[in-house]
Structures are given as C-alpha cells and as structure tokens.
C-alpha cells in the first residue's frame, strides 16, 4: 500500500511503522491488564482486538509488500471460517476451541517461518540468527501445532481421554527434544541440505503427539495453556526471523502470561508442571476404586423431600462440578436458584478453582445461564460460610469436596484444596451412582451422617427437584 | 534494515517480564477468558505471515505464507470474538433488571 504514498512519507514510513506497533504493543499491554478483573474484562479484550487492528493495518504499509491478491484472499477465507467458530461454538465446548485456536496459531508461527525460508532464492542470505530463528519456530510451532490437535482429540472424546504411555516414553521425548535442538543448531551450520530441514519439521510433529499423549484428559486444561504460552514462544520466533519488533513483543507477552497461568492452575490442583507433563495422573490412580469396609450406607432422598429442606432453609450453596457441565445442566440450576430466592432463601455458588471442563469455566458456564458473577464465590470466599449453610447441593462434583484430601496423607488427592462442605448442616450429592471421581478414589462424604444421596442424571434430578418446587 | 540481535533479545526479555507481572493476581472466575484472549493474541504472527506472503519471491514460499494467513486470521478473529461472547455474559447482580 506504500506505492500510493508520496516520496516525503516513504522516507520517514519504516519509522512510522515501527512507532504505530509500539502503540499496539501499548494495547495489548493495557488489554491484558484490564482483562484481570471481571468488570474490566470486556473492555480489556476489545482494547487487545484494537492492538491487534493497529498491527495488522500498518503492517500493510509496509514497503517489503507488493502484493495483495493472497493478503486478501487468506484475511477473508480466515476470517469467516474464525467468525462462524466464534458464534456457533456451545459454551461447554470452550476447552475444545481454545485448543483448535492454539494449534492454529502455532501452525501459523511455523508456516511463517517456513514461508520466509522457501520465499528466499538463496538460503545462504540468511546469517546464523536467521536460521536458528527458523528451526525453533517450526519446532515449537509444529509441537504446538499437533500438540493442540491431541489436546483437542482427547476433550472431544475421539482420542482415549486416559493416559496413554509406557515405561521411557518420557526419556524418549526428552531425547527427542535435546536432539531436535542439535539437528536446528546443525541446520544454522550447513542450511544446504534441505533434508535437515524436513528431519526437523518432522520429529517436531512427533514430540508434540508423544508428549500430549501420557497426559491424562482432565489434565487438558492445563495442558492447553501450556501449549497457549508456546505459541506465543513461537511468534516471538517468527518475530526473530523476521526482526519485527511486534512478534517479539506480543509473542513474549503471551509467553510469559501464558507460563504463569499454567502455574495457576497447577496450583489450583495441588500439582507441579512437572507432575502434571511427566505424572501420567490418569494412568497411575486408574486402579479399582478402594471399597473400603463393606458396612458404610448411604441414605437417599427424594425430589419432593429435597424440596422441602431447600425451600425452607434460610441458606443454600450450590457446588457445580464437571458432572454439571457434562448434563449441560446450568440454565436448571438457575430456574432452581431463582425459585428459592424468591421465597427468601439465600443462594450462593461455590465454585472450585478446577470445577468445569478447565479452569474457570464454570463461571462462563453460569455465566451463560445468566448468574450474576458476584453470587459465584471463590473456593477462599465460599469456606468459611459453610458453617452459617443449612443445605449444600453438590452437583455433579466428587474429589473437589473429598474430604480425604484434609485426613488422608496416603491418598493421592491429600493437600489439594478443597470446599470444607462438610461443614454445612446438610449435604446433598447429585450423583449417577457411587462410583469414584477422577483420581480414582472413595469419597467418605457420601457416607457421612449429615449427606443424602440423590442419584441420577444431574439435569433430570435438577428438573425433578423444580418441579418438586412448585407443590411445596 | 540490520537489527541488533542484542537489541532483539533485550525486547523479548523485557516483554516477557512485563507479561509475568501482568498476570499475577487475575482472580479464578476469569482462566477461561483469559486463556481465549491470550490465545487471540498469540494470533500476531498474523503480521509476519502479511510480511511473507505479500513480498516478492518463491512462489512456494508466499502460498505457505497464504496458508499461514489463513491460520492466524482465523485464531484472531476468532480468538477476540468468542472472548468477547464470554464476557459479554458476565454481568454484576446490580445489572440484573
């Protein structure tokens, strides 16, 4: 778009240019700040679309581009396929399209850094910089690439959700790795064998298959961020190739946001990074559930005896689990909560850092049902008001509320922050039957004295308890 | 235009810190937001590929560019406008009327 400028513009355009992505940067810097509070968020995430308006509009001066028949073609194709994902994706399938997204962009990353290395007649104009910059962007970008697309398979069920492994895959990988590394520092060396660069391409596809693999399916989440912040890594790459200043900085940005929300959510679990990429949690736990001694009972209740003890407490806490999600039971949960503040009762929503399908996720899913945001209370806001909670209805939610995790220093789960709702003068679990969550072990909350089971699907038991609602 | 690599890499340092503090204390209630907002602007990469396939050369080399084009717009686009669908649904009890 330059060849429509005058001389006296052209002079001073790479300056402009460079001063323009600044502006952007100052964008995204500002967006991702705004996007840490829940009333900002909104206006955080436009400003970051603004950043990126800027970016992609400048670039577009640029005197290097000469031609636009592709540059408009792929913005078009791209952007109405990405515009039909965002309107039509269900809300319970977020998991799913973040990581589709992600390994879109890290693909994207690798393909860059690709395109500029076939664009260039002669692969001896580029220095060692240069070419290191290539390597590790495809390999990041292809790990990221297949990496998110084995992320995606096992939410969506097409891939075995358990940790597929065996004993040295994790050595396998790690060689793999350290291996990857030498044959990108070879191709700095010599870039004249294009072998070498197939050799690369190739064994990063396989690392980001092998290593997504062994980890199990509801350690996706974090997984995904993960794969979240390498894409960034691989964009700040592309920028290294490409010595644009706004790839490095955005892709850096992403990076290091991206690493420590990893580290949030591992927290949020009780795991290291480590654990959770080398654990294969799934696999180890997924032994028999522990019976335990035969004599424990449980007691059940009823739809129309649920009723009752809601509709006539003074207090109610509804813990949302995965199971909830799953029953696409939210919009229920939220006819049932409004009927009973209507007769006074007092509702809250504890929701566990974990609970949903990743981190957060059950608040967008709440969200949706139109739960206002400031009655969803986080796990250090919601425990000490157990005590003062008449009724506790746990749906669809099992090793979050395990007491184990407090009393059993042997358990897998022990040291994991929990909702203390056995606090409460009364729990209910809304559950399918009694067997065991995802870490594999009893749950003693179903047998204590103050819990009643409800058992069944979690969106029909929800109706049921509705309906229950109006008699009362 | 020759760059400095040490200059490069001094960006990257700086940006990457910036990125850690900025992320620190972002309550629970808004990793899913988050995550799909980031991932949006890990979409830049979009500028490079703009850059690579719309500059003289290979032929090879600017349709990879294109493919590259296409990947990025669609994990941008995307990326903003489901984020945005999330937060749009977080509403205070006060806005409830």
């Known amino acids: 778009m330059s060849a429509f400028l005058p001389e006296t513009i052209l002079n001073w355009l790479p300056d402009a240019i460079q001063l323009f992505y600044l502006v952007a940067t100052g964008f995204f810097i500002r967006g991702v700040k705004l996007l840490n509070s829940p009333g900002t968020a909104r206006k955080g995430n436009q400003f970051a679309a603004i950043g990126m308006l800027i970016g992609v509009l400048v670039t577009l001066f640029d005197q290097d581009i000469v031609e636009f028949e592709l540059i408009i073609g792929g913005i078009i194709i791209g952007g109405l396929i990405g515009l039909l994902f965002a309107k039509k994706v269900q809300m319970t399938a977020m998991p799913e399209l973040v990581a589709v997204f992600n390994g879109f962009g890290g693909s994207a990353s690798a393909l860059v850094a690709w395109g500029e290395l076939a664009r260039n007649p002669d692969i001896l104009s580029f220095d060692t910089t240069g070419l290191v910059s290539i390597g590790l962007s495809v390999f990041i970008g292809a790990l990221t690439f297949t990496g998110s697309f084995i992320a995606f398979g096992k939410l969506s069920g097409f891939i075995s959700g358990n940790a597929i492994t065996f004993p040295g895959l994790n050595v396998i990988n790690i060689g793999a790795m350290i291996a990857t590394l030498g044959l990108i520092g070879y191709f700095a060396y010599d870039p004249t064998n294009p072998t070498l660069f197939w050799v690369i391409l190739g064994i990063s596809l396989l690392i980001g298959v092998t290593s997504v693999i062994p980890i199990g399916g509801a350690d996706m989440p974090v997984v995904i961020s993960l794969l979240n912040s390498y894409s960034g890594v691989a964009a700040a790459m592309a920028g290294f190739v490409l010595q644009n200043n706004l790839l490095i900085v955005s892709g850096a940005l992403v990076g290091a946001a991206g690493l420590i929300l990893t580290n949030i959510m591992c927290k949020a679990m009780n795991r290291s990074l480590v654990n959770v990429i080398f654990g294969s949690f799934g696999a180890a736990a997924g032994g028999p559930g522990t019976s335990g001694d035969g004599d424990k009972t449980v007691r059940e209740t009823s739809a129309e005896d649920l009723a009752i003890q809601v509709a006539y407490a003074s207090k109610v806490v509804i813990v949302p689990g995965y199971g909830l999600a799953v029953a696409q039971a939210q919009h229920i949960v939220k006819e049932v909560a409004t009927k009973l503040e209507s007769r006074g009762v007092q509702v809250k929503y504890g929701i566990h850092p974990v609970a949903g399908r990743m981190p957060g996720h059950m608040n967008v899913l709440l969200a949706e049902a139109d739960v206002p945001y400031d009655l969803l209370k986080d796990m250090d806001e919601i425990n000490p008001e157990f005590t003062s909670t008449d009724v506790v209805l746990i749906i669809g939610a099992n090793d979050v509320v395990n007491p184990l995790a407090k009393t059993d220093p042997t358990g897998p789960i022990y040291g994991m922050p929990i909702l203390n709702v056995d606090e409460a003068k009364r729990t209910i679990v809304f559950k399918r039957s009694l067997s065991v969550g995802y870490a594999g072990i009893d749950n003693p909350l179903f047998y204590a004295e103050k819990n009643q089971m409800f058992f069944g699907d979690a969106k029909k038991s929800l109706q049921a308890l509705n309906e229950a609602l109006n008699e009362v | ?97």
């Open chain 2, 1 to 97: 235009m020759e760059v400095d690599l040490t200059l490069l890499m001094f960006i990257f340092a700086l940006a990457s810190f910036i990125g850690f503090e900025l992320i620190s204390k972002v309550p629970p209630t808004l990793h899913t937001p988050l995550m799909s907002g980031a991932n949006a602007i890990s979409g830049i990469t979009l500028v490079g590929a703009l850059i690579v396939a719309g500059s003289l050369g290979n032929p090879l080399g600017k349709w990879i560019g294109f493919a590259a084009i296409i990947l990025a717009t669609i994990n941008v686009v995307g990326g903003f406008l489901v984020t945005d669908r999330m937060l749009e649904m977080f509403k205070k009890k006060e806005d409830e009327k």
